[in-house]
Nanobody, 121 residues
């Protein structure tokens, strides 16, 4: 089971750190992706990190978001800085094959429940 947490309400320019924790299995051998879905829009990929800790970012978040993983805690993090109203969405984490670099939702197999991020003044 995957569980995303850490969402909330933040002002523009603020920061949040999301966590994706796994229970019942190890994340070590998986690529973990972060995705988001805003109301009325399709789910889109935000960032992913491979099993060997190679990160990848969507252009819209590059330079603002940082993905990392702590295998000892079986958790992946998404540090989100300089947040903008357009970042408002439900954020999800998901797993796929360990060395795959992809932000395509169709390539991810196991999904967690989302966490709401709202950026508003």
């Amino acid at each position: 089971q995957l569980q995303a947490s850490g969402g909330g309400l933040v002002q523009p320019g603020g920061s949040l750190r999301l966590s994706c924790a796994a229970s019942g299995f190890s994340l070590d051998d998986y690529t973990i992706g972060w995705f988001r879905q805003a109301p009325g829009k399709e789910r889109e990929g935000v960032s992913c990190i491979t099993s060997d800790k190679t990160p990848f970012y969507a252009q819209s978040v590059k330079g603002r978001f940082t993905i990392s993983r702590d295998n000892a805690k079986n958790t992946v993090y998404l540090q989100m800085d300089n947040l903008k109203p357009d970042d408002t969405a439900v954020y999800y984490c998901a797993t796929t094959h360990g060395l795959l670099i992809s932000l395509r939702t169709t390539q991810y197999e196991r999904w967690g429940q989302g966490t709401q991020v709202t950026v508003s003044s």
